[in-house]
Structures are given as C-alpha cells and as structure tokens.
C-alpha cells in the first residue's frame, strides 16, 4: 500500500529556498499515469496545489509559481523534491505531497508538514 511522507526543515529564513523531500513506499514514482504533486494549505484557507512531477518524468507548475519552483526526482531513492526559492512569509503553510493518477484523481496523501517563514 502506497505511504508518502513529507520531511524537511520546518523554519526557512526569508530570501530563501525552501527544500522538502517526499520519500514514497509501496509504489515506483515512476509507475505509468501517476503525478507526484505538491500542494499547500495557507493558514485558514484551502488548498492550493503547486505543481508535479509526472511518471515521465516531466515536471508542471501553477502558473504564479513557476518562476520560484522547481519539483525534482531521485528515482533510485523513490523520492520526489520541491524547491521553492526566494520564500517570503506568505509562504508559510502546511505543506503536503500527494498521488495522483492522471492529474485530478487524488487517491494518496502524506501527512502534511509545517514550514515557516521567519527570520
């Protein structure tokens, strides 16, 4: 059974990257039509999904993200990477990986891990 879980530092300083780690189990991230997103949730509001890395190996953003972001793999680890640069403290938000197949069936979560944003 698929597990995704999320690590990495949880205080980032302004000006910043902000780098997190998702190591999944029981499922290859390169496993046909499957998408390994990432997707934040800002305090007291909803989700806002950031991107994905595609089992081809292609990687997507949100559009207002993509010049700050960049999602990576390491196949060999099962392991997919968010970069998010340049964070100010709005980007502080629990933040999740997640399965997908295709882009909208959304079927396995990691337990979200908090980032702040503080100097």
């Known amino acids: 059974q698929v597990q995704l879980q999320e690590s990495g530092p949880g205080l980032v300083k302004p000006s910043q990257t902000l780098s997190l780690t998702c190591t999944v189990s029981g499922d290859s991230i390169t496993t046909n039509y499957y998408y390994w997103n990432w997707i934040r949730q800002f305090p007291g509001k909803g989700m806002e999904w950031m991107g994905a890395i595609a089992y081809t190996g292609t990687s997507f953003y949100l559009s207002s993200l993509k010049s700050r972001t960049s999602i990576s793999w390491d196949t060999s680890k099962n392991q997919f990477t968010l970069q998010l640069t340049s964070v100010t403290s709005e980007d502080t938000a629990v933040y999740y990986c997640?399965?997908?197949?295709?882009?909208?069936?959304?079927?396995?979560w990691g337990q979200g891990t908090q980032v702040t944003v503080s100097s």
């Open positions: 997640a399965r997908a197949l295709k882009l909208t069936d959304f079927d396995s």
